[in-house]
């Protein structure tokens, strides 16, 4: 079973380059969700979607942007690269039901020189 | 204040001890509370959902106490395999949920 797959696993960005990391579930899910985890700390919500069409700012959203025209892809857009975005990007998804978990992508390592 | 807060550890405890991690959380309004393990450089894994009435599997056991608005993870007979960073997690109304930065444990032999 495939889950949350997120692409590229690493990626190296000049300052001011922009790019879209990449998230798709095949669980059907509605919920998915957009973390950065910097080293050494917890996660940082970023984004997240309750379905397709409906996005919400999350905890740091600043810098980033995203979609949802499907349920099961939620790319993340970064525009101006700064070095202040190196760090570990997790995609996320799940029913949103009440105690129910959110299973998560392998991450994208960005690093922003 | 943070949504989440954990104490960072790091905790190192020698195989078989008993160790509890503590977790609070800000919003009354959190509705969902989780236990996630991540492993150095992986993706957080769920580890366990936290209920009302508490909850153990195996080694581990869960509480909730929402009026101190308070988590607990019990560890008990600690493994070499035990060593990770646990997360502690509170999902809101709004569904979005939010990680507290996580307790590092190491179990030694």
């Known amino acids: 079973n495939a889950g949350v797959t997120q692409t590229p696993k690493f990626r190296i960005l000049k300052i001011g380059q922009s790019m879209t990391l990449q998230c798709t579930q095949d669980?059907?899910?509605?919920?998915m969700y957009w973390y950065r985890q910097d080293p050494g700390m917890g996660l940082k919500l970023i984004y997240y979607?309750?379905?397709?069409?409906?996005?919400d700012k999350g905890e740091v959203p600043n810098g980033y942007n995203v979609s949802r025209s499907t349920t099961e892809d939620f790319p993340l857009r970064l525009e101006l690269a700064a070095p202040s975005q190196t760090s570990v990007y997790f995609c996320?998804?799940?029913?949103?039901?009440?105690?129910?978990?959110?299973?998560f992508g392998q991450g994208t390592r960005l690093t922003v020189v | 204040r943070k949504e989440v807060e954990q104490d960072p550890g790091p905790f190192n405890v020698p195989e078989g001890a008993t160790v509890a991690f503590n977790c609070t959380y800000s919003?009354?309004?959190?509705?969902?509370f989780f236990w996630y393990r991540q492993d150095c450089r992986k993706e957080p894994k769920l580890l366990m959902s936290?209920?009302?009435s508490g909850n153990e599997d195996g080694r581990f056991t869960a509480q909730l106490n929402r009026a101190s608005q308070y988590i607990s993870l019990l560890i008990r007979d600690s493994k070499l395999s035990d060593s990770a960073t646990y997360l502690c997690?509170?999902?809101?109304?709004?569904?979005?949920?939010?990680f507290g930065a996580g307790t590092r444990l190491t179990v030694k032999p």
């Open positions: 996320a998804s799940g029913t949103g039901t009440v105690n129910t978990e959110a299973f």
């Open positions: 669980m059907n899910h509605n919920y």
């Open positions: 979607s309750v379905g397709a069409g409906i996005t």
């Open positions: 919003n009354s309004a959190s509705q969902s």
């Open positions: 936290v209920y009302s």
């Open positions: 997690v509170a999902r809101g109304l709004g569904r979005d949920m939010r």
